[in-house]
């Protein structure tokens, strides 16, 4: 808990370094603010340092402006949360600890409010692998032999059109259909969608269209099969 005098003592570093005038009502805000907040006053004092060597120092001086009590509080919650970043509980010598849950809020305690040095890194795991890791580790670099080996291995295929050689620019499965590269000055570049006679193989359709001439002699000899089944059935009929 902070102290009216104390709240007055922050108050008054914050004015030689803002000129601010400070007035009673000022110190009884900051006693209230800074109180429902739960801020130390060791936290404050590092936050109001922090505000003004940090923050406003890297700041054009148009752009610096005083700190506030939210400031305070926001930066003090930070520092405590920096201090705790790295920490790691101390037990007593031995297995048992039947004061664990004192013990480790103690600690926190000590090494939030700045009490207990912080570690600025976390320690280095002590001890030996796990005995199943020297295992595996000791497998590594020989050769492993091959998971059912009866019988070929199942030809692995890609969907959609990918999935097969382009009959169009002959692409390999798996890359990209191409067009151009008719010359040195002008070099093949890849399509963002692969050739109609790709896509129509994967779907189970044929590589090539049918020309117009192909589709009209089709056409010819499908009339002419009608008129043959045409005339029979006339002559069938007695016509």
């Known amino acids: 808990m902070?102290?009216?005098?104390?709240?007055?003592?922050?108050?008054?570093?914050?004015?030689?370094?803002?000129?601010?005038?400070?007035?009673?009502?000022?110190?009884?805000a900051w006693h209230s603010?800074?109180?429902?907040?739960?801020v130390l006053f060791a936290d404050a004092d590092a936050a109001l340092t922090r505000f003004y060597a940090v923050e406003m120092a890297g700041l054009e001086p148009e752009a610096r402006r005083r700190v506030t009590t939210p400031d305070v509080i926001g930066i003090?919650?930070?520092?405590?949360?920096?201090?705790?970043a790295n920490f790691v509980y101390e037990p007593p010598p031995g297995d048992d600890d039947p004061d664990y849950l004192a013990r480790l809020r103690f600690q926190i305690a000590k090494t939030a409010d700045g009490s207990t040095p912080?570690?600025?890194?976390?320690?280095?795991?002590?001890?030996g692998p796990h005995p199943d890791v020297l295992k595996a580790l000791a497998q590594v670099g020989r050769s492993t032999?091959?998971?059912g080996g009866e019988g070929p291995v199942a030809e692995v295929r890609r969907v959609g059109p990918l999935?097969?050689?382009?009959?169009?620019?002959?692409a390999a499965i798996g890359r990209p259909c191409k067009i151009g590269g008719f010359d040195e000055k002008r070099p093949p570049r890849e399509l963002r969608t692969p050739h109609a006679a790709r896509t129509r193989v994967a779907?189970?359709?044929?590589?090539?269209?049918?020309?117009?001439a192909e589709i009209e002699r089709r056409r010819a000899a499908s009339m002419a099969k009608l008129q043959e089944l045409a005339d029979r059935e006339r002559e069938a009929s007695g016509g």
Request: charged share 25%; hydrophobic share 40%.
């Open 2 to 28: 902070i102290t009216y005098e104390e709240a007055g003592r922050l108050l008054g570093l914050a004015a030689a370094r803002d000129q601010r005038i400070v007035g009673e009502a000022d110190i009884l």
């Open 33 to 38: 603010d800074l109180n429902a907040a739960g």
């Open 76 to 84: 003090a919650r930070k520092i405590r949360a920096e201090r705790l």
């Open 118 to 127: 912080a570690l600025t890194e976390r320690p280095a795991l002590e001890g």
């Open 145 to 147: 032999p091959d998971v």
């Open 163 to 170: 999935g097969i050689q382009c009959p169009t620019c002959q």
């Open 203 to 212: 779907n189970g359709g044929p590589a090539q269209l049918e020309s117009p």
